[in-house]
């Protein structure tokens, strides 16, 4: 296990590693690797469906923090009373889609609770072509500062975005309005799918609370030795 003695609690929280695994062995064998390198993790869908919500109980017994995302998009009652389940949990950061009718029920859900509500922009693997094809007429710049400011009016958290976004995000945002980015590539790794990403230290000087990372640690040789630099990476970012 990295020495992570040097490495600030505050640091730590601010990556969060993404368990994209199709079931609860793979994602354990990492989290049992990581150690206390990583104290927030994300169970998104495909971890759900493979046995994630009894991992992500775990993690949080564990003293680990938890972001479910399931990117939620149903009637009010349904979003509401499914936030108001996660905060019941313990769950530290749960994402919707970011239509204002589906944020104000999640805010409803999660008022009285810990829970911080991120409503989701556009997706880091859609580009303006991507946007015009499923109909939008606005381009990816303005719907997300769009969506942005409807979630600060529908009295959720923040947001996800990308990180080539967080700058226009956050200057059209309160200072305590939560940026939280996915699309985080250190400096040589490869692309993936995703069309808008940046490096750790640019999303975090772009404005971002906190970064997503998955396939640059979990696909890493060594994923410990991954999620170090990277902390490293953001704790020199942070001055």
Partial sequence: MPDLTDVSPDIRDRLIVALDYPNVGAAEALVWQLGDAVSFYKVGLELTVGGGLDLAADLIDAGKKVFLDLKMHDIG???EKATAAAAERGVSLLT???YPQTMAAAARGAKGSALQ???VTVLTSYDEADL???GYAQGVTETVRRRAIQAQEAGIAGVICAPTDAAMVRAATSPDFQIVTPGVRPA????G??????TPA???AAGANRIVVGRPITGAADPSAAARSILEELAKAAG
Avoid: E, I, P
């Fill in 193 to 198: 799918d995703q069309k808008r990403f940046a």
């Fill in 96 to 98: 919707v889609h970011a």
């Fill in 132 to 134: 015009a094809a499923a």
């Fill in 188 to 191: 040589g790794s490869a692309a």
């Fill in 77 to 79: 009652n349904t979003v």
């Fill in 117 to 119: 509500v991120l409503g």
């Fill in 202 to 204: 640019d999303a975090m």
